[in-house]
């Protein structure tokens, strides 16, 4: 098996502008080594992220691909508003926006953009077949994140990959779970960690990750030691 366990260092972890509990104890905190060897691997061309805020994830996967000088662009996708569950930060969402929009133009120029709109607005810049890794990480209920799924579905390229996060909340209308419960005649990985995140291969599964579908608990092991 190639896959890669690396020790990078997140130069987010060490901005200014970025609040340190969210880099490092946040809900996404836990899955920031996994993300980092993820794209490390897989090496996408296009990628895109539904839901940003401070930008644990946005951050790490940018990191990655700084890191290892790889040609992919990296796309972060939120109003920056807030919703029911993240709360409403609309108030001082320019100042938020502002954070991640300045540290993504001065640390990963030329790899990450920020597209401030919604995810609809956001759809037509993308080609059909021509996103490699997508991030769902919006408004959490079932219905929400199913819309999310079909919509950016047709955007997918062969063999991409799509990660869902707060598959393992169950808590109030968070309906995630449900809907990866479904999904499970698909390829995928699963980590319960940190809200627990979903890698789901929707358009087939490439032989390289093969072994990594069979070997899910080694894996998940690993991982989870860096849990938040």
């Given at each position: 098996m190639d896959w890669k366990y690396y020790e990078p260092h997140f130069a987010a972890d060490s901005s200014p502008k970025l609040p340190a509990e969210f880099m490092k104890e946040g809900a996404w905190s836990g899955h920031r080594r996994f993300a980092y060897d993820l794209v490390r691997f897989a090496q996408p061309r296009v990628l895109v992220e539904l839901g940003t805020?401070?930008?644990?994830?946005?951050?790490?996967?940018?990191?990655?691909?700084?890191?290892?000088?790889?040609?992919?662009?990296?796309?972060?996708?939120?109003?920056?508003?807030?919703?029911?569950?993240?709360?409403?930060?609309?108030?001082?969402?320019?100042?938020?926006?502002?954070?991640?929009?300045?540290?993504?133009?001065?640390?990963?120029?030329?790899?990450g953009a920020t597209l401030r709109g919604t995810f609809h607005q956001a759809l037509?810049?993308?080609?059909?077949?021509?996103?490699?890794?997508?991030?769902?990480?919006?408004?959490?209920?079932?219905?929400?994140?199913?819309?999310?799924l079909s919509t950016w579905l047709p955007k997918m390229a062969d063999n991409s990959i799509i990660?869902?996060?707060?598959?393992?909340?169950?808590?109030?209308?968070?309906?995630?779970y449900k809907l990866w419960e479904q999904l499970r005649d698909y390829p995928r990985l699963q980590f319960n960690h940190s809200n627990g995140l979903g890698v789901l291969f929707p358009k087939g599964c490439p032989a390289s990750f093969q072994p990594l579908l069979q070997q899910q608990d080694r894996l998940a092991a690993y991982y989870e030691k860096f849990r938040s």
């Open positions: 805020l401070y930008g644990t994830s946005f951050f790490s996967f940018c990191q990655a691909v700084k890191d290892g000088s790889l040609p992919t662009r990296c796309f972060a996708v939120d109003t920056w508003e807030g919703d029911p569950h993240t709360g409403s930060y609309s108030h001082y969402s320019d100042v938020i926006y502002e954070a991640v929009h300045s540290f993504t133009t001065e640390q990963f120029s030329g790899i037509p810049r993308f080609a059909q077949g021509s996103i490699d890794l997508l991030h769902i990480d919006g408004y959490h209920t079932y219905e929400a994140v199913l819309h999310d990660l869902f996060h707060d598959i393992a909340v169950r808590s109030g209308d968070f309906g995630v």
